[in-house]
């Protein structure tokens, strides 16, 4: 398993994007499997993805492919290779309707960083059984323009009420999966701090994630 970590921004920088790529990379060395990290869209080419088994976009933001990027993720893709975004991810290529698809849906905006209450909708998958049913911890809590609950399988929702400024209501999407656009997508909206790459569970978390998208 070889996996390509793209974190390309043209918009917003998060700042914890080195460690990012860093936790990635441990996590692949620990699992045993190959971790790719670049900022370069060359990457983005048949001849070079075909040497993938999983994309993750880490945080990007903004347009960070050019044309021909952009068909070969897709192609990537509709032959059934695994995609995973991470935190940013969502605010990337709005412009682009199959990677708002694949994605699963367009980041709308978050109050400040605080704690908050983190509920798990299901467990019967790699990126949540080792989760407890209530996950208490400190992020940026990303809202949506729109809910992909009709279009995705939701992993974990955040309970406003547990956190100031939330403005989905009841139901807020923050995990979820997918296969609609041919391969498995995996992507969470965990991660805006640089002490979020060094949480046992939230690392854990990731890699049942890339498992998932990687081999299902």
Do not use: K
């Not at 290779?81 to 990677?99: K, N």
């Amino acid at each position: 398993m070889r996996m390509l970590t793209y974190s390309r921004t043209t918009g917003f920088r998060h700042e914890s994007i080195p460690a990012g790529v860093a936790a990635l990379r441990d996590l692949g060395r620990r699992h045993d499997f190959e971790v790719v990290a670049t900022e370069d869209p060359a990457a983005f080419s048949a001849a070079e993805l075909a040497g993938f088994t999983v994309i993750t976009f880490l945080s990007t933001s903004g347009p960070v492919l050019d044309d021909g990027g952009r068909a070969a993720l897709e192609r990537f893709v509709r032959d059934g290779g695994g995609f995973v975004g991470i935190h940013g991810a969502a605010t990337t290529e709005y412009d682009w309707p199959f990677f708002g698809d694949l994605v699963g849906a367009r980041f709308d905006g978050h109050p400040e960083v605080q704690p908050a209450r983190i509920v798990i909708s299901r467990h019967d998958h790699p990126a949540t059984a080792h989760l407890p049913p209530v996950w208490e911890r400190t992020d940026e809590w990303y809202e949506f323009r729109t809910n992909p609950r009709d279009a995705v399988t939701v992993l974990l929702t955040v309970d406003e009420s547990s956190y100031a400024g939330g403005g989905m209501g009841d139901d807020h999407p923050l995990a979820w999966h997918h296969g609609n656009c041919g391969g498995r997508s995996f992507y969470t909206a965990l991660g805006h701090t640089e002490e979020s790459y060094a949480e046992p569970a939230m690392l854990a978390h990731l890699l049942g994630g890339i498992r998932y998208a990687a081999t299902g």
